[in-house]
């Protein structure tokens, strides 16, 4: 077959990084198809010494995701390439690109947000262009050969919302990239962090990630006459690419006095993320919602704690190997803060589950299953 990959988000953050593994393992495995990788002029560079193959064409593609241009001139591209099927990894799918596909659904987040905190746009703007999503999605849903997503959890979101065939769907889990767990620990980081000394959370700041009510938590900590005798160090690390979301949060932060507690890491490399995942006392994910949250299970492979809003996709991913809270209680996060400085005896028992768990998450099954997606597609043309 001749594969079209849509790989346009190969440096964004989240989609990215799932972009990057699976063409780096359709290299790694070799075989009989052709790939047609469509890129960003800004990636072509790094995703051509990635895959320096014959088996591999890449070809630029300057039209920006979320645009006229992409409805109306990516669909021209693609059919200049003869191909059998085009896996878009987002579900940002041109309305008129009239050939075979399959598509990648991570979540459903956009369907939670109407009232315009999501966006930098003015509300009506954005309920417009919000409205223009929904259309995408549907379309990209509906119109699909085969969905894949990344848990159990959005499959069913997906069922419920439009009616879909639960056949037509593929789970295919995340997997925990070598990169980041196999690095020895040495503090190295810019911050000079000494281990155990802090609590970390990693990602974007959206909305739905519930940040402010986990400072607003990490601040009412921070006042406990425990904290202050034996932890009057302790500092919060928010790892994420500085946006419009993050400037907001730091003036929440800093409105609220406790600037000197918080550290807004911003970019980090592999071997940075791996450190700061084993020197911290936990990673912390308060989401509201997710598709999967790939971080949480980063941070387990590197011996780390992880406390968890206790929402259905965390219950599916990690099981009972996290401290749980309530997302929408303040007092609930601030309880599970509290049973790790106080050294709770579960959190080694609790550590040792998630290095276990951690072994069936991996990018080269994700690849094969991607694969026999791809396969049944073909399978479906040829009758």
């Known amino acids: 077959m001749r594969i079209g990959i849509d790989v346009r988000l190969w440096n964004e953050s989240g989609v990215g990084r799932y972009i990057r593994n699976l063409v780096g393992q359709l290299h790694k495995l070799g075989q009989k198809n052709e790939y047609v990788l469509f890129c960003l002029e800004k990636d072509e560079q790094e995703i051509l010494n990635q895959v320096q193959d014959d088996k591999f064409k890449v070809v630029r593609t300057n039209i920006r995701w ?43 987040i956009i369907n939670h947000f109407d009232t315009g905190e999501a966006s ?22 509906n119109r699909a050969q085969k969905i894949i997503t990344v848990s159990q959890a959005t499959k069913k979101e997906i069922i419920d919302h439009y009616k879909v065939d639960p056949e037509k769907i593929v789970v295919t889990y995340e997997g925990i990239d070598k990169k980041i767990s196999n690095f020895k620990f040495q503090i190295s980081n810019k911050y000079q962090l000494p281990k155990g000394s802090y609590f970390l959370y990693v990602g974007n700041a959206y909305p739905h990630k519930n940040l402010v009510r986990l400072i607003d938590a990490f601040k009412q900590l921070l006042v406990q006459d425990f904290v202050h005798k034996v932890h009057k160090d302790l500092k919060l690390v928010l790892v994420g690419k500085e946006d419009y979301f993050y400037r907001k949060l730091k003036k929440y932060v800093i409105s609220n006095g406790i600037d000197h ?54 219950r599916e991913i990690v099981g009972d190997a996290a401290f749980y809270f309530d997302p929408k209680n303040v007092s609930s996060i601030g309880g599970v803060f509290m049973r790790v400085l106080k050294k709770d005896d579960r959190i080694e028992s609790q550590k040792k589950k998630g290095l276990l768990l951690v072994k069936k998450f991996s990018w080269r099954d994700l690849t094969y299953k991607t694969l026999e997606v791809y396969e049944s597609c073909h399978r479906l043309r040829s009758g």
């Open 66 to 108: 979320h645009t006229i241009e992409e409805q109306i001139q990516f669909p021209k591209i693609l059919n200049k390439e003869t191909l059998d099927l085009v896996h878009f990894p987002y579900f940002s799918v041109p309305i008129f690109y009239k050939g075979s596909f399959v598509v990648t659904i991570h979540d459903l």
């Open 120 to 141: 930098t746009l003015p509300l009506g703007i954005y309920q417009l262009k919000r409205l223009g999503y929904k259309h995408v999605i549907s379309h990209a849903i």
């Open 261 to 314: 507690s918080l550290i807004f890491y911003g970019y980090v490399t592999d071997r940075e993320l791996a450190e700061l995942y084993k020197n911290a006392k936990a990673l912390v994910s308060p989401a509201r919602m997710e598709g999967f949250d790939l971080p949480v299970i980063e941070a387990m492979s590197n011996n780390c704690l992880v406390m968890l809003s206790d929402i259905v996709v965390h």
